[in-house]
Each structure stands twice: as C-alpha cells, then as structure tokens.
C-alpha cells in the first residue's frame, strides 16, 4: 500500500468560495492509503510547493495527490517540487477540483460533493500508480520555418543569430508574404516595402538561413528533437543558378493574360513571371496551367530569347529530406471569400473591391502604378465608402463569429492616406464598434476623424446596389441618429474578414498540432505557452495561431524563437515515459494498434515467445518510446488487450471508475 499526502489548494477563492476545502481534507483522510492531508491557500506558491516536500520526508510520501487547478497549468511544477524532495515525479496525480468543479458549479454541497469523488479518483489512482523513468533522445541543431511571410523570416533570422542552421519553406515563388503586397503600415505609415524588402535580403543572404521558395512540406515524421521532413521542390522550370533576371523573358511570353495573384486579380501577368519586382529570390517561374508550350507543345518563346539559357521546360519536382530539432508554423493568413455577401455587389461591380485590393491599387507597383481610380473606368472616385466587419463577428454561418482585430486600423489608414493625398475625395465609414487595441492606436483613429475629416457612421450596411449609370447606391443605417442612409459612392471598401491560410489545416495533420474551429493553431496553454503547440517541438509564429498586426506577429515571431533555441540548444532531450507498452503474451500480431497510431511509433517484430512453457515464434508490437507521445489510441483500438499505456493503465482506469462510483 502507498504512503500518498493529499494537499488541497484554495487557489485565492478560485476553489474556496465554491468547494469546501476544508471537508475534501477530512474526506480525503478516510481513503485507502492516504497517510497525510491538509489544505493550503496557493499550493504552487513556493510556500505551498515548501510544505508539499516537508510533508513527503516527514511522513515518508510514496505518492501524492494535489487538488487544485488543471494539470495543464501546473502539473509540471509539482513534478518537479516532488522531485527536488526525492520523490519519483510520475507519483503525482492532480485532481483538477477548479475547471472541473468549481468554476461551473454554483452550489458548495454539490460541488464539495464532486471535489471529494474526484479527490477520491486520484487517490485510487495513485495506489496502483509506478515509478517511471524517462528516456533519453538527442536534439538535431536544425530548425525549420514553415512560412516566409515576416512572421517566418523574423523567426528564421532570430533563430539564425543565434548560429543554428534554419530552413525557410514558402509555397510561393518569392519569401515576403501578405506584408510585401501591403503599401504603407499603421500607425506609423512607413513603407512597407521599405521595412520588409531589407528583412528579406537579410534573410537571403544569410549563412545560417537556407530558403525554399515554391516549395510545400510534404511529409513530417519523428517526434521533438529529431523530426524528419520531406519537402516538396516544385518544378519552376527555371534553373535558378543560370537565370540572371533580366525579365526579358516575361516580356517577350505572348500569354499575358492570366490573373495576377500578387495583385488580387485586379491585372494580369505573363505566364512565366516574377511575383513582384523585389522578389527573393528574383527569379521568374513558369506558371505551367497556363503556359502555352507545356498546354500545346508549341511556343517557347521565353527559351528562345533567354541569353542565360536557365529555361528548363524537363524540370522536375524534387523532394528534398532533411532532419530538424524544432519546427515553427508561421502559415499566415487570407481574406474570407466574399460569394455569401452578395448584398455588398463585390462580383457584380468591380467598384466594389477589398482592404487588401485597395491596397494593391494604391501602391506604385500596383495595377494602377499607385493612383486612386476606379477599376470599372479608370475615373477618379469622388465619393468613397468602406464598410467594416464584413464576415468578421458574424453570427450566421457566413462568416466568422471573431473580430478579425486589424481592420478598424487598416481602415483607418486608408481613409487618412486618401484623404491626405486626395483631399477632394469624401470618405465615410460605416462601422459597428471602432476597436483599436494598441500602443497609439486610438491616437491614430482619431487623427483620422478630426484631423483628415473622416465621416464615420456607426451602422451597418444593409445592400450596395450598382446603378445603369456606374455609380453604386448604398443603403444603411445611422443608429446615432436612428434613421436609414441613402447615399451614392464611387467606390465601396470592404473590410474583409482574416482566416488561416487554407493549407494549415494539412500541415496541422502532418504535425499532429491542435487547431481551433476557425482553423487557428491551438496553443499548449494560452497564458502560460502562448507559442508553443500542444505537440511538443512545434511552435507557433504569427497570425496562423490568431489575428494580429505587425508588430505583434513580430514580437510573437521572436518569442517562437526564443523557444525554438532553447530546445536547439540541448543536447539531449527527456523522453516522456508514459508510453504504450505490449503484453508479448497477449499480442496476436494483428497490426489494429499501428493503423491507428498517429505517430508511427509502432512496428512488429517476429519473437520467441514463452506462454505458459510453450515456446513459439510470434508476429509481436513493439513500441518506440521516443515515438510514442502517449495518446493511448493503441490501447483502445487492441481487440486482445495487449496494448496498455504506462502511468494510465486499464487497472488504474478502472480504480479511478470505481472510486468515482463508490
């Protein structure tokens, strides 16, 4: 039988107000085992971890039971007091009496009633609990940056700095991101090219930082420390040594008129192109959907005047395999598509675009060369309308249910610099809430108003109606005033809604990483790890794990590295010991547990096996402890009951059942 010590924290009176704290002890005292029990105000404080290592050398502790919040928060810190007190740490339970009782429940007999039940379910626990010993694995000095947006390159050069090898992967052709297609940045209203482009040659030519641009990860196998990852290289059907970027061959390239990406569509582009002229690297590629020679056969055209000779039309996708020690997500994001919005007329009238169109129009490299006019005429708007929250904080299934937390300051922005180099133009925003969570940022917003003459209506928008004339007709609401708007605008600027770039939802699977509802990486505690991934070794970076502007996505950038170079830095790593194990004498080969283990930590091996003084050659699981992550899917899916998970076995399962039905 176990020496276990129950130590009961009052968390303020997070606990204490609901749950009698006071009775768990007594009750606690009556359980098979427990030798020690007693109550504390704040058990993780170092008073309260102080009285948890005297009571386990004064009574001689073999387990201990702490009830107190979730073990998400601070399982670990009481490990680790246990252990400094001589105690194995995988000899503490945490029974979680906050979240799970007395944070939902309003009535103290009923929730000091479910705190003695899982106080109880612990203990039982704890009786049939094992010393474990973790393992060992060592840490491949490599990180890998999924992402080249400036969420990925500040990671990359952060983690570079510190003299680790780091390799950036950008599905596109050239690392720079959403930023690169922005003009100017609140609330400064620098440039933004001017802040980026020099992020991006630092990155390029650094010794430390390999980048593959138009490439995707492919496949990710392994576990913290030692990751193994197939990268897609995909064919640009340009030798990137030979090519000089002289750009004649995107001159010459008689298909002009495929959709330019980098602009939103609102032009077009060669079929072999360079995304924009400060691209890194600075070679074209060939777009191969809509290349005439890879589409008929004939043309080639741009191998005919290329001087370098670097057209490759034989290129072929290359995968490329390398191990890395930490790998950060830094995937970004994308607006919502606007085809459930029809009232705002965005595919009826090409008047009626987004910020991130907007954006492209008014930078001297885009579609306009930076001039302000309509895309419907080239005419110079004189009365302009943005409607804000367009699919952001929506209760319909339309859009998302979040506040998107940049457009009422990018929204801003526009209308100032507008305002600023237009001053004829009229500029009205219809907006629900102004939210400007920022260092200055109200400051900015409210130049806006009094400063440039910004008219902003506190409404919505209930349809934008294009006239036979070309001007469009928006009708609103004014709920200051409580009276309905009719007015007509030139343009109308939708403030569309951000979401996690589609492709995260296939590294999340290849990572094995948690995401939310709306497809946001989870993070592993949002106070405590706010850029770390449950999944160990993997760590998050920008807007992938939420939205957020610039200079946070940079600070949470550094913060990913940070972290990533703490792990890089070790040489070895701690394995966790509660993993799958196989009873040889019950294991009948049948291959259920490695189908369903989602980290491949299970193979068979053929095994003389003795049964009962029958000696016999069998098809056996054997389980890689530095695979497993301790998930217990095998355990479930074993039609025979061989599989079995250290520190949660059937046996300490069905104890805590029973304690809970007693």
Known sequence: MQRIGVFVCHCGSNIAATVDVKKVVEMAKMEPGVVHAEDYQYMCSEAGQSKIAEAIKNEKLTGLVVCSCSPRMHETTFR???????????????????????????????????AVILARAAIAKVNLNASLKPGESLVTKRALVIGGGIAGIQTALDIAEARYEVDIVEKTPSIGGRMSQLDKTFPTLDCSACILTPKMVEASAHEKINIYTYSEVEKVSGFVGDFTVDIRKKARSVDMDKCTGCGVCQEKCPSKKNANEFNRGLNTRSAIYTPFAQAIPNVPVIDRENC?????????????????????????????????????????????????????????????????????????????????????????????????CVGSRCADKRGKSYCSKICCMYTAKHAMLIRDKYPDVNVTVFYIDVRTPGKNFDEFYRRAVEEYGVNYIKGQVGKVAPQPDGQLLVQGVDLIDNKQILMEADMVVLATAIEPDPSVRKIATMLTASIDTNNFLTEAHPKLRPVESPTAGIFLSGVCQGPKDIPETVSQAGAAAVKAIGLLA???????????????????GCSTCANVCPYGAITYEEKEVNDHGIRETRRIAVVNNALCQGCGACTVACPSGAMDLQGFSNRQIIAEVDAICR
Request: proline fraction near 3%; hydrophobic fraction near 35%; aromatic fraction near 6%.
């Open 570 to 588: 070790k040489d070895k790593l701690m394995t966790n010991p509660c993993t799958a194990k196989s009873d040889e004498l019950l294991c009948n």
């Open 292 to 388: 005439i020679k890879f589409k008929t056969g004939k043309c080639g055209v741009c191998a005919k005047v290329c001087q370098a000779g670097a057209i490759d039309y034989e290129q072929k996708d290359e995968i490329v395999t390398e191990k890395y020690g930490a790998i950060v997500v830094a995937t970004g994001f994308d607006t919502i598509k606007l085809d459930n919005y029809d009232e705002y007329a965005y595919n009826q009238s090409k008047d009626v675009i987004t910020s991130l169109e907007l954006e492209r129009i008014m930078n001297a490299a885009g579609p306009t060369k930076g001039h302000l006019e309509r895309m419907s005429d080239g005419k110079a708007p004189k009365n302009m309308v943005f409607i804000q």
């Open 80 to 114: 680790k007091a246990a252990e400094r007190a001589g105690l194995n740490p995988y000899m503490v339970e945490v029974a979680n009496i906050r979240e799970h009782c007395s944070w939902i429940h309003k009535d103290m007999e009923e929730a000091t009633k479910k």
